[in-house]
């Protein structure tokens, strides 16, 4: 029945679309062949990979700073330094600062080349991260943390036996979330300054006109996004299997 | 002899919405080496309270606790809802303090431990992949291997069904005996806690202070026929009479 209603609203979107494009004008609106005929240039053309690889290299590498940074930091506020000493936590202040809104900031700071963009998604994947490491550690079973201290675990055992597997399955979801972010971002990142990207070419094809192959840009981010979703939630079910919870 | 364990004057109390409730109130007692003192009392009594300060995961409000110099540091706990490692394999749950110290012998001491207490055929398995009775014999299992010189056990049956607390407490006894460590249960099962310890504090209602003490001279080793007898109905009897007060609200 789902299923059914779902092709329905399929073909009843494509019949919208093909008839609103008949009477568009095509630069704007270009019709479902425009698109099969535009994506055959773009997947069968050059720039595709290139774009994709820079895009996806540039989230990668601000991905796995930032969500280091987010997890040594959110350890440091919630482990290691004393409660008493953290009177007003500016990182929840400064989290509500939209990544986009650093974007001209960052574009002066740090000129117009790959540094700046792999700050944005540094930022962008920091927070989400970090509150989600303060979560999954303040989280951890406290009987479980006095079952690792009589065994007279160290600082550092503490941290890599029981904080970090503890706290994981929280900080995987924080993680899911700021991929996710990082992929609306970086499109807004590579506006200027890069000359390879899915959001640099989204931009070139804007300024030509060219609707069509702006929109199958936009279906690849989708595709992207959606494998990448994909790869970290199964990662989720599989290494952390036991979930949010501590108590078996 | 030296004792093991030295309570006196223990008092803690906890702060709640600004106001200091004590918990527990003049615990004075000792324990021997190998010693099975049971720990029974209504709930809220403090009876948790009591074996968290003795492993020293709270500061007592005030009092002293002395532990024998050996026994320093060599602190064995089990808590009622299993606490497993829910990441680690029972293997790796047994092995996590021996890994942790660094002993050239952990996987024969884990090997070992798991087939004392019936798991041999289960070190591959996780947590979440046992009955809780299995989950709760990893949990004595992990707290043994470091080999501790006193065993906290913190209502440690009180969630299974009852044949099993019935074959969990025996297990707690033959391994009392092969291995030694003075242990304290703390338990609201009144037959629990006469079935398997050599004496018994009662705790009395919130704040606990021990407000009686009885010696459980029954021959052992027991089997559970041991609650239909006489001698342990008499003694069953008079610790319930020491709950008169809470018994007659």
């Known amino acids: 029945m789902k299923k059914r209603?779902?092709?329905?609203?399929?073909?009843?979107?494509?019949?919208?679309?093909?008839?609103?494009?008949?009477?568009?004008?095509?630069?704007?609106?270009?019709?479902?062949?425009d698109i099969f005929l535009a994506s055959q240039e773009i997947l069968f053309g050059p720039d595709f990979w290139l774009d994709s690889i820079s895009t996806i290299t540039r989230i990668l590498i601000g991905f796995v700073i930032g969500f280091t940074l987010a997890i040594v930091t959110g350890l440091f506020f919630e482990k290691v330094l004393p409660s008493s000493l953290v009177p007003f936590n500016a990182i929840n202040f400064f989290r509500f600062i939209p990544p986009l809104a650093i974007v001209p900031l960052v574009i002066l700071w740090f000129g117009i080349g790959e540094t700046s963009k792999y700050i944005i998604i540094i930022f962008t994947v920091f927070f989400p991260t970090y509150i989600s490491t303060i979560f999954g550690l303040q989280n951890i079973n406290q009987k479980l943390i006095w079952v690792a201290k009589t065994t007279g675990a160290t600082k550092i055992q503490m941290?890599?036996?029981?904080?970090?597997?503890?706290?994981?399955?929280?900080?995987?979801?924080?993680?899911?979330?700021?991929?996710?972010?990082?992929?609306?971002?970086?499109?807004?990142?590579?506006?200027?300054?890069?000359?390879?990207?899915?959001?640099?070419r989204i931009w070139l094809f804007q300024s030509y006109f060219r609707a069509d192959k702006l929109i199958v840009y936009i279906f690849l981010i989708c595709v992207y996004g959606f494998i990448f979703d994909l790869i970290i939630s199964k990662i989720n079910t599989n290494l952390f299997f036991w979930g949010e919870k501590n108590e078996p | 002899m030296n004792p093991e364990l030295t309570i006196s004057n223990l008092e803690k109390s906890y702060l709640v919405n600004g106001q200091l409730i004590p918990a527990l109130?003049?615990?004075?007692?000792?324990?021997?080496?190998g010693e099975f003192?049971?720990?029974?009392?209504?709930?809220?009594?403090?009876?948790?309270?009591?074996?968290?300060?003795?492993?020293?995961?709270v500061q007592?409000?005030?009092?002293?606790?002395?532990?024998?110099?050996?026994?320093?540091?060599?602190?064995g706990v089990v808590f009622q809802n299993r606490e497993l490692f829910p990441w680690l394999t029972v293997r790796e749950n047994v092995a996590f303090g021996l890994r942790l110290q660094k002993n050239p012998r952990v996987e024969k001491i884990t090997s070992g431990m798991l087939a004392k207490v019936g798991l041999k055929e289960f070190g591959e398995h996780y947590p979440h992949q046992l009955s809780i009775g299995m989950q709760q014999r990893v949990g004595i299992a992990r707290a043994l291997s470091l080999n501790p010189k006193i065993l906290l056990l913190d209502?440690?049956?009180?969630?299974?069904?009852?044949?099993?607390?019935?074959t969990l407490q025996k297990l707690i006894v033959s391994l009392?005996?092969?291995?030694?460590?003075?242990?304290?249960?703390?338990?609201?099962?009144i037959d629990?806690?006469?079935?398997?310890?050599?004496?018994?504090?009662?705790?009395s209602k919130s704040p606990g202070t021990i407000k009686n003490e009885f010696r459980i001279s029954l021959p052992r080793p027991r089997n559970q026929a041991l609650i239909t007898t006489p001698e342990f109905v008499e003694l069953k009897k008079n610790i319930l009479l020491s709950f008169e007060e809470e018994l007659n609200q």
């Open chain 2, 37 to 57: 003192i049971s720990i029974v009392g209504p709930s809220g009594s403090g009876k948790s309270t009591l074996l968290n300060c003795i492993a020293g995961f």
């Open chain 2, 192 to 203: 629990e806690a006469i079935f398997v310890g050599e004496r018994l504090l009662v705790l």
């Open chain 2, 176 to 189: 009392w005996e092969s291995l030694k460590p003075t242990i304290l249960l703390v338990t609201h099962d």
């Open chain 1, 5 to 33: 209603f779902s092709i329905i609203l399929v073909i009843i979107s494509l019949l919208c679309w093909y008839e609103i494009s008949s009477i568009a004008n095509s630069y704007f609106v270009p019709s479902p062949e």
């Open chain 2, 155 to 166: 209502e440690p049956f009180s969630s299974v069904d009852y044949i099993t607390r019935i």
């Open chain 1, 159 to 200: 941290v890599h036996k029981v904080f970090l597997p503890g706290a994981m399955p929280f900080i995987a979801n924080g993680a899911r979330v700021g991929i996710g972010l990082a992929f609306s971002v970086i499109i807004a990142a590579e506006l200027a300054g890069v000359y390879h990207g899915l959001g640099f």
């Open chain 2, 60 to 75: 007592p409000t005030s009092g002293l606790i002395n532990l024998n110099d050996s026994s320093k540091k060599r602190i």
């Open chain 2, 25 to 33: 109130q003049e615990i004075s007692f000792k324990a021997r080496a």
